[in-house]
């Protein structure tokens, strides 16, 4: 790349995070909105026509606010995670397969499982240095919920792998120009949603943030800015599953409208689920993830691997 390339590469992933830090707040506006009509309530009407601008006073407020540091904590740490978990979550929409001028990942899965498992680290760092009881236990919880489901995720992501043979999400446009992969493997694909809900502590499997024990979990103890950059990398977090849900499912054309009116559907799914489900029972928890979600990843995979096989067989006696 020349220095005009690698210029114009980074004004557009600039470009990209701002446009994600909009997203984000009016996607926390659609959850307001769409939980007030679920719950029989308008939600936010005064700020602005029929509460636009909530949003942005919300976070203008939250910025302003005192943060409290706890004489106890872990001082260095319990400041700098929240910045790192936004920083974590933009750092996985790079992997947003553009064929115009962009980084293009040859590895897009094996960077997207790098950045799905640092994401575990952040949530037990945040309740250690916090230094309370409350915030460890909601920490631990989390950790042990996060990597239960990221076995299954895993497997979900090798079984696609196999399947077009390569690491670059932009095989996966090509994959699915006559046909969308959720046809092939709808089992995988709602295993999947359901992981996601699970890897990104979203109701019915919000355990990391079980209001009615542990307070308000691991972050408990943020207020004011960086619970506002938590809140962000979280929602952040969830566009961004929303977006890997229809580049591996329902077909991956970047260039066609279709494709953002699929992730905002299914971005309207996780605040529809939220409305709809109560929380799930924790025992119940770990063994939808290992006695139900990892089986039906593992005969998948294993189906398609001898798919693999039997074509390379076939290939190789042919020629």
């Known amino acids: 790349m020349n220095l005009k390339e690698i210029i114009s590469s980074l004004v557009i992933i600039l470009f990209l995070f701002v446009m994600v830090l909009v997203s984000l707040a009016f996607f926390t506006l659609l959850e307001r909105k769409i939980l007030g009509y679920i719950q029989l309530r308008k939600g936010p009407m005064k700020v602005g026509y029929m509460g636009i601008i909530q949003p942005f006073s919300d976070g203008i407020k939250l910025f302003n606010k005192e943060m409290v540091f ?29 064929l115009l001028i962009m980084f293009n990942f040859n590895l897009s899965f094996l960077f997207l499982f790098s950045c799905l498992s640092l994401g575990v680290y952040l949530v037990v760092i945040m309740g250690w240095s916090s230094n309370s009881n409350y915030a460890m236990l909601g920490a631990l919880r989390g950790m042990a919920q996060t990597i239960s489901y990221e076995v299954s995720l895993a497997l979900i992501l090798l079984s696609l792998m196999v399947l077009i ?9 090509i994959y699915q120009k006559n046909i969308w992969f959720m046809f092939l493997m709808l089992p995988l694909m709602l295993s999947m949603f359901s992981s996601m809900l699970a890897e990104l502590n979203r109701a019915p499997f919000d355990f990391i943030e079980g209001e009615s024990e542990l307070v308000s979990g691991f972050n408990v103890e943020y207020s004011s800015g960086g ?11 969830i566009l961004f599953m929303s977006m890997l849900m229809v580049i591996f499912y329902l077909g991956s054309n970047l260039l066609t409208f279709m494709f953002f009116i699929k992730l905002m559907i299914l971005g309207f799914s996780f605040v529809w689920v939220r409305g709809t489900l109560p929380r799930y029972r924790y025992d119940k928890l770990m063994n939808l993830a290992w006695k139900s979600y990892l089986p039906i990843s593992l005969n998948y995979l294993l189906m398609f691997f001898s798919l693999y096989i039997c074509i390379c067989n076939n290939y190789s006696l042919n020629y």
Do not use: C, R
């Open 165 to 173: 043979g390569g690491f670059n999400f932009l095989e996966l446009e």
């Open 70 to 98: 706890l004489f106890k904590s872990n001082y260095m740490m319990f400041f700098i995670v929240p910045i790192l978990v936004l920083f974590m979550s933009f750092m996985s929409w790079v992997l947003m397969p553009y």
């Open 227 to 237: 619970f506002a950059l938590i809140f962000l990398g979280e929602y952040s977090s």
